[in-house]
């Protein structure tokens, strides 16, 4: 696959994750989970718009017609509206102090939002403690898998029947069946383990099924095809390379965030470009972005029952 490399955005996010596109308003959103900062940036202006959140971000969903987000903070689940600055929790699974928080998450294309939890304390929690949770579409909160260290990686196949789900602790992708009317999962089994120095981070699904991969502390993305064989390579230039997804009204730009945290004075004058967002042409084509109904209301729903 031929790779041309378009553009760098210079946001030099502490933490960028969760890059997602929205053609409602023709730009990308992203997070920088240690900022507590939104990002929206406009492909075709390049106007680049950052929101303070109240607390870390870790991700969110788009909900249809509406500008508010469903958001996975550190702790758990709320409404937030980036314009008005405005809060609606929902719930936290994870008090303070638990030594876990939330992390990747992404909306199923039924319309639930699945978030899963990280062990970033360990003083405080134990090894591979963490969950993988899923809210149903009126608001009901399931958790669907444990015993997790990092959760990562949650994308679906373009028929909707198979779910991968990344552990970065264990270097392991997992694939799952899914029952796309029940939300449940099953059959776990490996899709690919990465080697030593790489960790799974956020991945996505092009048109084609293949899942492409960003590799925490490898510098690279990886596309596989549906059975685990690696297809492509693409050197990122940051060793972590955080979280991908295809952009643009034909969903054929790929989009990379990445992240400077942990990275000392030396190891950023090596890669200038840690933190920034890469943008490049791949030749695949992507998924649209799955979304929340917009009836979603979890709060009303929860009073009246």
Not at 168 to 190: M, N
Not at 196 to 213: K, M
Request: charged share 25%; proline share 6%; aromatic share 10%.
């Amino acid at each position: 696959m031929t790779v041309q490399p378009i553009d760098i955005l210079a946001v030099n996010c502490l933490h960028g994750e969760g890059v997602q596109w929205n053609p409602d308003d023709g730009c990308l959103w992203w997070t920088d989970i240690s900022a507590s900062m939104l990002h929206r940036w406009h492909l075709d202006t390049r106007t680049h718009t950052t929101f303070a959140t109240p607390e870390r971000l870790a991700s969110f969903a788009f909900i249809d017609g509406r500008r508010d987000l469903l958001c996975a903070f550190a702790r758990g689940f709320a409404l937030f509206d980036p314009f008005a600055g405005t809060l609606c929790p929902i719930e936290q699974p994870e008090p303070e102090g638990s030594g876990r928080r939330f992390n990747d998450g992404r909306a199923d294309r039924q319309g639930r939002f699945w978030v899963g939890t990280m062990v970033e304390d360990h003083a405080r929690a134990e090894a591979f403690s963490a969950s993988l949770y899923c809210m149903d579409r009126d608001g009901d909160l399931h958790v669907r898998e444990r015993g997790i260290g990092i959760s990562n990686g949650l994308c679906w196949s373009p028929d909707g029947s198979r779910m991968y789900f990344a552990d970065s602790t264990r270097r392991t992708i997992s694939v799952y069946d899914f029952d796309i009317d029940s939300g449940e999962i099953s059959t776990r089994r490996e899709f690919a383990r990465l080697p030593e120095g790489a960790e799974p981070d956020g991945a996505c699904v092009d048109a084609e099924g293949c899942l492409w991969s960003a590799h925490w502390g490898a510098g690279q993305v990886v596309r596989y095809a549906p059975d685990g064989t690696i297809l492509d390579t693409i050197p990122i230039p940051a060793t972590q390379p955080t979280c991908v997804a295809f952009a643009g009204p034909r969903l054929d730009l790929l989009c990379v965030t990445s992240a400077r945290i942990g990275l000392d004075e030396a190891a950023l004058a090596r890669q200038p470009h840690a933190g920034n967002l890469f943008v490049f042409k791949t030749g695949a084509t992507g998924l649209a972005e799955s979304r929340m109904s917009n009836d979603f209301d979890p709060l009303s729903r929860r009073h009246m029952r």
